[in-house]
């Protein structure tokens, strides 16, 4: 059985605790996961639409049950065209963290998390806040900005529109936005800085450490989603948001509604975690200027490798990567010229590069974009596939 995880984006930090979770839940199944990156479907035109491999690979006979874990996917009309295209393949789906009309959700409840943070501030006599979060323009970005105002305006809290930054995407975006912070934290006006996710805690202590400001002697700082980097900088106060809860909760209902059980359901919700760290004030005895580690650099250099070479010389290249970073298996396939198969039905693709477990694998023929791999390589891949576009 194959459960499909349709996923905004690969390699950010709520992707990452999505796709662990949900693979987690799918093994103790013994069950394959296929991970589909659509981060590309809101800038595709009409005709892009026809022939793109995320909604092929969505409706083919291969995917029995799709997840879609919609708080990843940052645009309203990805949003939409994914709900219109899941509902038509008659599949089982289910929706993780925000709610979609008509399909089970397991939805996130960032206003109880934000509530939990601001209640425990009041605890330390703090009410003075800034708010900073990723851009607007991502809905989940969005949804826990207008999460932290109905928060705050439910204690009674009114922060000043200047207060609520608006950062870019990535680890610079708090580290940029808290400097404009820095001097209305040195005079005392703001006491405590509140983040939409932990990457963003974490840039924006970074730069105020730079700017010789002490966590959480001069301003306390708070993160959300108890994500990987918090685990790795334990003293930041963080919001544990229920994933594991919310995914257990929503591949149990997939699979009953895969095996004819169908039950009423519309949407679900669990209470958050407040995990306390050291940035709050809890326990100052560490300092989190000390402590914090800023997240790695993301490696990109395949892209750059093989761009600077022949195809032929790519295929060596890209062998020896995959080797040196212990990847298992690796297809690249490409869509096929529609010349070459007239007359026939539906899309077709190509391999264009083959790898297994050290050894490069060729397949000259064209087969159907919905297979996603020829079926004889496919039967051989036991373990979780990711599915990335390059363009």
């Given amino acids: 059985m194959r459960i499909g995880l349709v996923i905004g984006m690969l390699n950010n930090d709520l992707g990452n605790i999505v796709i662990r979770r949900v693979s987690e839940e799918i093994s103790s199944r013994n069950a394959q996961l296929v991970v589909i990156e659509c981060c590309d479907i809101d800038f595709n035109t009409p005709a892009d639409l026809r022939e793109n491999l995320v909604l092929k690979v969505i409706g083919s006979e291969l995917i029995d ?5 919609t708080s990843t996917i940052p645009g309203q009309d990805a949003r939409n065209l994914l709900e219109t295209v899941v509902k038509g393949t008659g599949k089982p789906v289910v929706s993780i963290g925000e709610r979609l009309e008509g399909i089970p959700s397991f939805v996130f409840d960032y206003q109880a998390g934000f509530s939990s943070i601001i209640e425990h501030f009041l605890s330390h006599n703090i009410n003075n806040f800034a708010f900073v979060s990723g851009p607007l323009s991502n809905l989940d970005n969005l949804a826990r900005h207008d999460a932290f105002i109905e928060a705050a305006q439910k204690h009674g809290i009114e922060v000043p529109q200047h207060l609520m930054l608006e950062g870019t995407s990535g680890y610079m975006s708090g580290y940029n936005c808290a400097w404009t912070l820095v001097p209305l934290i040195k005079n005392g006006s703001v006491r405590a800085v509140i983040c939409s996710d932990d990457e963003i805690a974490i840039s924006v202590i970074k730069c105020l450490r730079d700017n010789g400001i002490s966590i959480p002697e001069d301003v306390s700082v708070s993160g959300f989603d108890d994500s990987t980097l918090a685990g790795y900088n334990r003293v930041l106060t963080t919001v544990d948001k229920g994933v594991g809860h919310l995914v257990e909760k929503s591949v149990t209902v997939l699979f009953q509604h895969i095996f004819g059980r169908r039950e009423d359901y519309d949407v679900h919700t669990c209470i958050p975690g407040l995990v306390i ?13 000390d402590l914090v580690l800023p997240p790695w650099t993301r490696f990109y250099g ?5 761009s600077r070479t022949d195809e032929k010389g790519s295929a060596a290249l890209l062998a020896g990567y995959l080797d040196e970073n212990n990847v298992n298996q690796c297809y690249i396939v490409y869509n096929a010229d529609p010349d070459e198969y007239t007359g026939q039905d539906g899309l077709k693709c190509r391999l264009f590069f083959g790898y297994s477990r050290g050894k490069t694998v060729s397949y000259t023929r064209a087969f159907p974009i919905d297979e996603i791999l020829p079926r004889h390589i496919l039967s051989e891949v036991k373990e979780h596939l990711a599915i990335k576009p390059l363009v």
Avoid: F, T, V
């Avoid at 760290?277 to 200027?289: F, I, L, Q």
């Fill in 277 to 289: 760290g050291k940035s709050c004030g809890c326990d100052a005895r560490e300092k989190p200027d």
């Fill in 65 to 69: 049950g799709i997840i879609i874990a």
């Fill in 302 to 306: 395949l892209k750059g490798r093989i």
